[in-house]
Structure formats: C-alpha cells, structure tokens
C-alpha cells in the first residue's frame, strides 16, 4: 500500500494544480476532460507502437472474405464447396487468434497505469464530480443507457452542477470521463496518425 500510496502522491502533484486552475475546482470539469485527454493519448500511442497496422489490416480483409464466402456457400446449398471451405476454417481460427493478440498487446501495456489513474480518480475530489446535463438527450439517450451509473451520486436529486443548480438530470465522473474520452479518441487517433476506427 506504500507503493499506491505513492503513486497516488505523484498524481495528486500532477493534478492537484490542474484542478486548482480549474475554472470550477469544486466541480472540476476541466480536469476530468485533461485525464480523458492523458489517457486518449496513451491508448492510442500504444496502438499506434504495438501494433503492426499493416498486417492487422490484411488479417482483417482475410477474416471478412472468409466470411462472406462461408455466407455465400451457406446460402447456395452447395455441400462441397462448404465442406472445402470448413477445411480451410484452421486458417480462418489461427487468424483471428492472431489479431486478437495484436489487439490485446496495447491493452496489456496501458491496463496497469489507466487502472491507477481510475483508482487515484475515485479517491480524489474528481470522484464528486457530477456534472447536469440539458434534460432532452439526458432522458431520451444516456438514461436508458447509464442508469445504473448516473446515480453515483448519494442523492441524486441534489447535485452539484457545473452552472450551480440542483438538478437530477446529472452524470457522475465516470460518466462524464466516458463522454470526453468518447469525443476525443478519433480526433487523437487522427493527431497520432492513425485510421478512424469506424
């Protein structure tokens, strides 16, 4: 525990004056947006080092033509052109095995220091984030999405708010983290040189 300990000291001077900066400390929206941003950076970095990006792309077009031809088959009734392809299925595993363990070497590399950040994030004052949102997308996108997290908060009917009112129609830190990291990961996919991943 000495280690987290001072680890979570080492974040707390790295942020701690972010969050003094912050145009709202006690709310501190600006600062979340920043760990979002850190994070974006890292994961994507990783991505961009880790990952042969060529092959993965090859991988991918084997894997779809694979598919398309297996449906194709399927749909014709053609007995032995299925059997032929079910033969060549091997190739078709090894594959995808292949590019899940391309995928899952950046995850391994960040996985411990995005952990720590999350687990310094819910002991720190970022934890009582909770941030209103206007009531319209709130109720018809991210409610029936997020309930189980939008009530973080110990009264969700009394919240603090970035422009100062006590609204229920708020989203926790995790919450508001997701929606930053969200917006922000294709445009520092882009900033780091890679594809769209959509």
């Known amino acids: 525990m000495d280690i987290l300990a ?70 014709s009734g053609d007995t032995n052109a299925t059997n032929k392809l079910q033969s060549q299925q091997s190739d078709f595993m090894k594959a995808q095995s292949e590019m899940m363990m391309m995928s899952f070497k950046p995850m391994l590399v960040t996985f411990v220091p995005i952990l720590l950040i999350f687990w310094w994030m819910r002991s720190s004052p970022l934890a009582n984030v909770y941030i209103s949102l206007p009531l319209l997308p709130f109720w018809n996108i ?44 294709q445009v520092v996919r882009k900033l780091v040189g890679l594809k769209s991943a959509f």
């Open 6 to 75: 001072g680890i979570f000291g080492y974040f707390n001077q790295i942020f701690d004056p972010i969050i003094a900066l912050d145009p709202n400390p006690k709310n501190p929206l600006l600062t979340i947006f920043l760990v979002a941003l850190i994070i974006s950076f890292i994961t994507q970095i990783a991505q961009k080092y880790l990952m042969d990006h060529e092959r993965l792309d090859t991988l991918k077009k084997e894997i779809a033509e694979f598919q398309k031809k297996m449906n194709d088959v399927r749909k």
């Open 142 to 185: 991210l409610a029936p999405i997020w309930q189980p997290l939008l009530h973080w908060a110990p009264n969700p009917d009394v919240v603090f708010t970035a422009v100062g009112y006590h609204l229920p129609n708020a989203v926790g830190f995790f919450c508001w983290y997701f929606l930053c990291s969200l917006a922000l990961s």
